[in-house]
């Protein structure tokens, strides 16, 4: 008797209990125009689209600012806030003409003294991330009238365009700039969307700008939330908590495809994974110990078994869809070759460390272990040490100098945010760049040369610098490259023109429910 | 003043030197670590004229005594700093962690009490048969688990098999079940094994066994008499479970990626956000204390034998 | 030598017959065995395997598939026995020696320093076990040797607090007392009344806490602040594996299985040993 009562109460308990926790969950109420939820795995880190550090807050950012012109998902240019524009022979001197009636989220009109304005923040305010991404390169900023502007430079650029795609190239409020408004968490700008609430590490939500240029936005708003783990990312849209999740484990690409109500789509980014060498550890200074390396990594294996198939293996320091891309062929996998190598160095059970990060990079840690195993079957022993994002950064980016005495081999990831190959040969390759982002700490005068040639080089005449530079740097082999990792992005259908720009970036801002699939 | 007001405030004065000890520990970390401390807690990209704002404001050229009076002022006002990387203060990043770690914890309790106690009982009720063996075994498995072992088998379960339940992230209710289950069910093997105990304890006792030989119902005996006086002991197991399952969180906040406390100071760690490391391990701390001292103070309340010890 | 007294055989005869014991004791001896011989048993490498192998499900060549770099899970699970009872035997070592001279010395002296010691202990026991272990974290960083240091820390005051409460007991007791009184040393009443006399509420929660060990070692790892890869660890496995939850869960189950049987083994020892032990504790 009694047992049956326990039982039966113990159950009572737990059904009420689930049932009060079910039935307090809101009800999702039909309405046409709905608010779009993206799940992304980290939180953004400002609002500020010319002090911009990471890609969640360009996905954000993008919706909210515009520039004067911006990529399409197939990296072309396309006018935003310029409606045209002309180049000066000499490639030296762009003339705008801005697009009229449009006006900041404040209600601050746009025009040329706003673009002014935008460009002499990022003069004056050394401290703003990105304004290396363009004050290198202008010399002067012109108002010529109310709706035309000049951007006079001071060599020719062929890539400038491409620069100005960069969030650096964003048109904020002047008057916000002006009043010293915190940029970072107060948004203004053009775009079709502003801040509603940014709840710090759940989610940022944005609610439609009834007074946008280009008529009522087709959101109710856009809210991205932060969802860390991949597998719950995954979830959300499967059980209709998302409409979108970025980042997708490519694991579970074959599953989704199987659901009628999914888009799954895997894409190309222009990041290349590499494992990076510092050129000043006593251990790597012999050439062929870092070829051996490069020749012992099975990329293929490591594209199809880690990646498991979204990505391709790197071909060069460069991505394929960028301007000045060259195949040297030298990135092979040949570990009998390596071995050789190693033997005539005379380094076999020679101790490296090797670095990762985890979660950084699809891929990033899983892919490390299985490097470290490859060059532990050519000879080389190899000590693996996972670091966190924030150390790892900060360690990466110390001066020659300070740097800690382990640093051998070490897994890192770039994609240029510019959509370009000044995006990564300047930054990552050029002498002057220690200790910034240079941080294989090489240092090659001829390479130093022939970069600031192909920066200045028209159009047809880049590859001929670049495809010298890529032969070098594959034979020095600074940063070994690995391989081009794919994304995933998974939406309900019936969700029209969201777009993926290979720069890594989700583009929200043109995006509506369609009926139907 | 009465023998209970005069505990409960001994109980009280005595939690402070362990609550002014908890501070200065977690104080001492930043001096703990290797570097400078005012390095450590400015943001990377910090210029030498911010580190040394961070050092003047925190006092850390002052004595160390002196240093630690600043934090605790602090502290008290609820100003643990800014976090080093995301650009918000620490508290507002801290309470939403908190109270999501907080509701966590007592719907696991809520899950914990229910089935450990009807267990226990269920157990006491036919001591050293197969029923009380099996009940036995169960909260032995029950404390043997791997807490995230436990949450991944339940959302293979739940989530990966039965479609029924989200396998992490929050927002609605519905995302508290799994994470509260989990926690919940590594409670009960501990509330059941405690309350298997102290209610064989009881029922061995001489009124029991009295009311029973006046043939009052079994029933009667068992929920009115036994239980009340068998719940006793159970509750500062409970509360003792309470404090542990607000720190032992991280773990299911990892598997379930819940946003609470646990997994926020996980994640300083790996992001060497010191500020809120310090603020999440004082606060958490806190409230274990606390609890313990409320807990002390409420058995007092039920049971006046205690005061005297 | 071996002549015990009968207090003493009485005691192993009770042992040698309880369940709990004898099960707990079987398991842990399969733990202690699958960690010594390692090197011997596994049939393959543990941190090193072929990336064309990935994922695969459990099969003759690997009983228990291989993970994300083609590693034999087998191989990792029996390897990760190693690791977890280095880190738990080592650690639960220190606590006990550490705690076993602090409580002792503590009770035996008195005064002052008794004051200061419960004070401390009381307040790291006011740490939650996993925080205090974070916090040990946070300041070292992970590691196998760090990790160490983090669970003996944690299991420190918990030793003390036994330590302590046995020897005052015993040092009030008439023995304790006629020893002093006929100039017996210091260090020798130590060892010969305190000591013995606490080995059992040592013995029995240095056991208990082993099996906490082992799953804090663990739950650091899972957490990522543990020991790190190559070397397997069961927590670190499972986390590892999280990501292949549903498309292969042979590598988050198996050290899952290994991990729970194994904290059960020294749970079903340790309740054994209190039984037999503290006899008056048995219903």
Not at chain 1, 296 to 308: C, G, M, N, Y
Not at chain 1, 390 to 403: I, N, Q, R, T
Not at chain 3, 108 to 131: A, C, H, K, N, Q
């Amino acid at each position: 008797m009694n047992t049956k009562t326990l039982a039966l109460a113990a159950v009572v308990i737990i059904v009420v209990v689930a049932a009060a926790v079910l039935l307090m969950a809101p009800k999702q109420a039909p309405v046409q125009r709905r608010i779009l939820r993206v799940a992304m795995g980290t939180d953004i880190v400002t609002l500020d689209p010319h002090d911009v550090p990471d890609n969640p807050s360009i996905y954000v950012i993008d919706n909210i600012y515009e520039g004067l012109v911006e990529y399409d998902d197939k990296l072309n240019i396309k006018p935003v806030l310029a409606e045209r524009w002309e180049i000066s022979p000499d490639g030296k001197v762009y003339t705008f003409h801005l697009r009229k009636g449009v006006k900041f989220q404040d209600g601050t009109p746009f025009n040329a003294q706003a673009v002014k304005a935008n460009f002499d923040r990022l003069f004056n305010n050394k401290e703003l991330a990105n304004r290396n991404r363009l004050v290198p390169f202008i010399d002067k900023v012109e108002v010529v009238d109310d709706y035309t502007v000049k951007i006079i430079l001071k060599e020719p650029v062929a890539t400038f365009l491409n620069l100005l795609c960069h969030p650096a190239g964003m048109m904020i409020s002047p008057k916000a700039i002006k009043e010293g408004v915190d940029l970072k968490h107060h948004p203004v700008g053009t775009g079709p969307y502003k801040l509603k609430e940014w709840k710090p590490n759940t989610y940022v939500e944005l609610e439609p700008n009834p007074d946008y240029w280009g008529g009522t936005p087709k959101l109710a708003g856009v809210k991205f939330l932060v969802v860390p783990e991949d597998e719950a990312r995954v979830q959300m849209v499967e059980s209709g908590d998302a409409d979108v999740a970025i980042r997708v484990p490519a694991i579970d690409v074959p599953r989704l495809r199987k659901n009628p109500d999914l888009n799954v789509n895997v894409t190309k980014t222009i990041r290349i994974v590499y494992i990076g060498v510092n050129m000043r550890s006593p251990r790597l200074q012999d050439k062929r110990v870092r070829q051996a390396i490069s020749l012992a990594i099975d990329r293929k294996a490591i594209v199809d078994k880690i990646l498991h198939g979204v990505g391709r293996p790197a071909k060069s320091v460069i991505a394929e869809e960028l301007i000045g891309f060259y195949d040297t062929g030298k990135l092979k996998y040949d570990p009998e070759r390596a071995k050789q190598l190693i033997k005539e160095a005379g380094a076999v059970g020679l101790q490296l460390n090797l670095w990762t990060p985890k979660g950084r990079y699809p891929g990033d840690y899983e892919a490390a272990q299985a490097i470290a195993q490859y060059l532990e079957a050519v000879g080389l022993k190899v000590k693996l040490r996972v670091w966190e994002w924030g150390s790892y950064v900060a360690e990466l980016l110390k001066k020659p100098e300070d740097a800690s005495p382990d640093r051998d081999l070490f897994l890192i990831g770039w994609a240029p945010s510019t959509g370009e190959y000044i995006g990564v040969f300047r930054p990552l390759f050029l002498s002057e760049s220690i200790p910034k982002f240079n941080l294989w700490f090489y240092s090659n005068p001829k390479v130093d040369e022939l970069i600031k040639k192909a920066e200045h080089a028209p159009r047809d005449k880049i590859i001929e610098y670049t495809k010298q530079i890529q032969e070098i740097l594959l034979d020095d082999l600074p940063a070994i490259p690995i391989y081009n990792p794919g994304d995933v992005v998974v939406y309900k259908k019936g969700i029209r023109s969201l777009y993926y720009i290979p720069t890594e970036v989700i583009l929200t801002k043109y995006a509506y429910f369609g009926s139907g699939g | 003043m009465s023998d209970l007001a005069r505990y409960v405030v001994r109980r009280i004065l005595l939690a402070i030197p362990t609550l002014l000890g908890v501070s200065v520990i977690v104080f001492l970390m930043i001096h703990m670590l290797p570097g400078d401390p005012a390095q450590l807690l400015a943001p990377p990209e910090a210029t030498i004229q911010e580190v040394e704002m961070i050092r003047r404001r925190l006092g850390l050229d002052k004595p160390l005594w002196e240093q630690y009076i600043i934090f605790m002022g602090n502290a008290l006002k609820g100003e643990f700093g800014k976090s080093l990387f995301t650009g918000y203060t620490v508290s507002e990043l801290l309470w939403p962690a908190y109270l999501n770690t907080l509701t966590l914890s007592v719907l696991a309790m809520g899950f914990g009490l229910a089935i450990g106690i009807l267990m226990g009982i269920y157990a006491a009720l036919r001591p050293n048969t197969v029923r009380d063996q099996a009940v036995t075994s169960l909260s032995l498995l029950g404390i043997s688990m791997p807490v995230f072992w436990l949450g991944l088998i339940l959302i293979e379960i739940f989530s990966v098999w039965l479609r029924l339940l989200p396998s992490g992230g929050s927002g609605t209710p519905k995302h508290l079940i799994l994470p509260s289950l989990t926690l919940g069910l590594v409670g009960a093997a501990y509330v059941g094994r405690a309350t298997r105990a102290s209610m064989l304890e009881v029922l061995s006792q001489e009124y029991v066994r009295t009311a029973r030989a006046y043939g009052l119902p079994d029933r009667l005996v068992v929920y009115v008499y036994a239980l009340r006086n068998a719940l006793i002991p159970v509750i500062t197991v409970a509360g003792l479970i309470f404090g542990y399952m607000m720190a032992g969180a991280v773990l299911t906040e990892t598997v379930f990626s819940f946003p609470g406390l646990g997994r926020l100071i996980v994640n300083a760690i790996f992001a060497r956000d010191y500020p809120v490391v310090q603020a999440g391990i004082l606060v958490v701390a806190t409230t274990f204390v606390v609890i313990n001292t409320a807990v002390d103070i409420l058995y007092a309340f039920i049971n006046p034998r205690i005061r005297l010890g | 030598m071996l002549e015990l007294d009968p207090a003493t055989r009485r005691t192993l005869r009770r042992a040698a017959r309880n369940r709990n014991i004898r099960v707990g004791g079987a398991i842990v001896a399969v733990f202690v065995l699958m960690g010594l011989l390692a090197p011997y048993i596994s049939p393959h490498d543990p941190t090193r395997g072929n990336l064309r192998d990935s994922l695969l499900p459990p099969s003759w060549r690997y009983p228990f598939g291989t993970d994300f770099a083609g590693r034999d899970v087998l191989s990792r699970v029996i390897w990760g026995a190693r690791t977890s009872l280095i880190v738990s035997t080592v650690s639960v070592f220190i606590a006990v020696l550490a705690g076993v001279l602090v409580g002792g010395l503590s009770a035996y002296i008195g005064g002052w320093l008794d004051e200061t010691v419960t004070r401390i202990v009381d307040i790291m026991l006011s740490f939650p076990d996993i925080l205090l272990a974070l916090f040990v974290a946070a300041i070292v960083g992970p590691g196998l040797e760090n990790v160490i240091l983090a669970v003996a820390l944690y299991n420190f005051p918990q030793f003390v607090r036994i330590m302590r409460g046995s020897a005052l007991q015993v040092k009030e007791m008439e023995f304790v007392e006629a020893a002093r009184a006929i100039g017996e040393s210091n260090p020798s009443i130590f060892a010969r009344y305190l000591l013995p006399n606490s080995l059992a509420p040592i013995v029995v929660h240095a056991t208990l806490r082993t099996a906490a060990s082992i799953l804090t070692a663990a739950g650091l790892s899972f957490l990522g602040l543990g020991v790190q890869p190559p070397i397997p660890e069961w927590g670190q496995m499972m986390s590892d594996a999280r990501t292949y939850l549903v498309t292969a869960p042979h590598v988050w189950v198996f050290p899952g299985i290994a991990l729970f049987i194994t904290v059960l083994g020294f749970n079903l020892l340790g309740d054994g040993l209190n039984d037999v032990l503290n006899p008056k504790l048995e219903v």
